[in-house]
Each structure stands twice: as C-alpha cells, then as structure tokens.
C-alpha cells in the first residue's frame, strides 16, 4: 500500500512558477513509476508528466512541455513538478499517482493522492 500526499499548490500570476511536491509512504517508492495529472470540473483526468523508476526517463503532455519538469528523489520518497511560465489553462487540480508502469493512462495507475489547487490567474 502507498499513500501519496501532494502539497505546494496555490494561487499565482500568469507567467509565474509553482512546484509541487507529492509525498509517499512506504519503503518501496523506488518500485513505482510515478505520474501526474491533472483536472478540471467536467472534464477527464489529463495526462501531464511520467518518471520511469529505475532510470528516471520522463515524458510530458505536449501542453507543458518545455515549462514543466518531473523529478524524483528516491531518498526522500518524493516526486516533484516544476512548474513555470504558468498559464490560466493550467488551472486545475493536480494529483500525483504511483504505479508499476508509468504511462499517460489513468488505468496503469494504482495509488493516488487527494490533489492540489493550483489556480493561475491573467
């Protein structure tokens, strides 16, 4: 069993950053692949960022890709999401998910944190 807490989300201008850090528990943490997502009222659960985990490779959604960052640090059972150059379609819940396989499906994904506000104004 794995619980993910996430943590770091708020309210910024357009342009600004945000990191989002999600907290795991478990002496496994190194097992998971882990992935975030994010959502909007009425709408699915979007695919943003995966991490591998063993080698740490990573994927992005191509509406953040070059303003957001996944990272991972083993040591401290955390995942990271940079993000910058924030934009008002960024707003959303983001959540944090943890799985054997990594991947932008919601279905690979077997742990999930309660999400994190992050709103972005103009």
């Known amino acids: 069993q794995v619980q993910l807490v996430e943590s770091g989300g708020g309210l910024v201008q357009a342009g600004g950053s945000l990191r989002l850090s999600c907290k795991a528990s478990?002496?496994?943490?190194?097992?998971?692949?882990m992935g975030w997502f994010r959502q909007t009222p009425g709408k699915d659960r979007e695919f943003v960022a995966d991490i591998s985990n063993s080698c740490g490779s990573t994927n992005y959604a191509d509406s953040v890709k070059g303003r957001f960052t996944i990272s991972r640090d083993n040591a401290y059972n955390t995942v990271y999401l940079q993000m910058n150059s924030l934009k008002p379609e960024d707003t959303a819940v983001y959540y944090c998910?943890?799985?054997?396989?990594?991947?932008?499906?919601?279905?690979?994904?077997?742990?999930w944190g309660q999400g994190t506000q992050v709103t972005v104004t103009s």
């Open positions: 478990g002496r496994t943490f190194g097992r998971y692949a």
């Open positions: 998910a943890a799985g054997l396989r990594g991947g932008s499906n919601t279905h690979v994904y077997d742990y």
